[in-house]
C-alpha cells in the first residue's frame, strides 16, 4: 500500500492506493485483484476486497464501489443517503459519511483522492484520457464548492498510473487534445519518431485551473512491471484475455 504524504497529515481520514501485493487470486489476477468487472472468480474478489477494507476499517461493512464507465458522471453520498453497492455507473464518489470506505479501480488510469479538511468531505475519482478530457475533475471540483468546501482546504493526491514514458498515442490522440485547446501541446512529447502522452500531468494541471494548490503527485508507472501494479496496457502486449484492476481508497473516520 502507498500513502499521500500530504493526505497522511490527516488523522480525520484513512487512505491508500494498493499495487498487486497480497491477495490470493491466481494467473493472471496473481495477487490483489480488486476487479468485480474482470473475469476473476468471484471469491478470490470478494477476500481481496475484505483485505483492503480491513486496512482501512474494521468497523465498516464494505467498500463502496460504482461501475466505472470512463465517463464525466460522479455520485454524491450524504450522510443519511443509502444506495446499493455498484448499481450505479459513474467514474467518481463524493461523501460526507462516515466509517464509509469509497474506492476506484485502475489498471494504467489515474486514481485520484480529495478531502477538504473543514467542510470533512472526501472524493475518489477514476480518471482515464476519456474522464479527463470530459473535464470530471472540473465537475467533481465545482460540485464539491457547491457543497460548503473551498479551495484552499481541499488537498488532492494524484496516485499511480501509467506516466509519459510508457504512454504512447497516436497522432490522432494528440490532435484531438490540441484541438480542444492549444496549450495542451506541453504534454505530448516525441521521441523516436513515437508520441507520448502526460496524462497525470494533464490532470494536474486541471486541478490548478480549479484553483487547488495542495497536490501530491505519486510518480509510479504501473507500466513498468518492476513496480507490480496492474497495467492493462501490459496484459495486451502480452496477449492476455483480460487484467486485475487496483484500488484507491479514502474514508472518513
Given amino acids: 500500500m502507498f500513502n499521500s504524504n500530504k493526505l497522511l497529515?490527516?488523522?480525520?481520514?484513512?487512505?491508500?492506493?494498493?499495487?498487486?501485493?497480497?491477495?490470493?487470486?491466481?494467473?493472471?489476477?496473481?495477487?490483489?485483484?480488486?476487479?468485480?468487472?474482470?473475469?476473476?472468480?468471484?471469491?478470490?474478489?470478494?477476500?481481496?476486497?475484505?483485505?483492503?477494507?480491513?486496512?482501512?476499517?474494521?468497523?465498516?461493512?464494505?467498500?463502496?464501489?460504482?461501475?466505472?464507465?470512463?465517463?464525466?458522471?460522479?455520485?454524491?453520498?450524504?450522510?443519511?443517503m443509502k444506495i446499493k453497492n455498484r448499481s450505479i455507473c459513474a467514474d467518481a464518489i463524493i461523501t460526507e459519511k462516515k466509517n464509509f470506505p469509497i474506492a476506484v479501480l485502475t489498471a494504467d488510469c489515474v486514481p485520484i483522492l480529495l478531502f477538504d479538511k473543514k467542510r470533512k468531505m472526501i472524493a475518489a475519482i477514476h480518471a482515464g484520457w476519456k474522464g479527463a478530457f470530459k473535464k470530471i475533475i472540473n465537475k467533481v471540483v465545482k460540485f464539491m464548492l457547491k457543497k460548503g468546501c473551498k479551495t484552499k482546504d481541499i488537498t488532492v493526491a494524484i496516485g499511480p498510473s501509467i506516466t509519459q514514458k510508457s504512454y504512447n498515442v497516436k497522432i490522432d490522440f494528440k490532435n484531438k487534445f490540441i484541438k480542444k485547446h492549444k496549450k495542451n501541446k506541453i504534454f505530448f512529447k516525441n521521441k523516436n519518431n513515437l508520441i507520448y502522452f502526460d496524462l497525470p500531468n494533464f490532470i494536474k494541471s486541471q486541478l490548478k485551473f480549479n484553483r487547488i494548490s495542495k497536490i501530491?503527485?505519486?510518480?509510479?508507472d504501473t507500466y513498468d512491471k518492476k513496480n507490480n501494479f496492474f497495467s492493462a496496457r501490459r496484459s495486451l502486449k502480452l496477449k492476455h484475455d483480460d487484467y486485475g484492476r487496483n484500488i484507491s481508497i479514502i474514508m472518513i473516520n
Fill in 216 to 220: 501530491d503527485m505519486i510518480n509510479i
Fill in 9 to 80: 497529515k490527516f488523522s480525520e481520514i484513512s487512505h491508500g492506493f494498493f499495487n498487486k501485493k497480497g491477495g490470493v487470486s491466481k494467473g493472471i489476477y496473481k495477487g490483489l485483484n480488486c476487479g468485480i468487472g474482470s473475469k476473476d472468480k468471484k471469491d478470490n474478489i470478494n477476500k481481496n476486497l475484505k483485505i483492503v477494507k480491513n486496512k482501512i476499517s474494521k468497523k465498516s461493512k464494505e467498500i463502496f464501489l460504482v461501475k466505472q464507465i470512463h465517463s464525466n458522471k460522479f455520485i454524491f453520498l450524504s450522510k443519511n
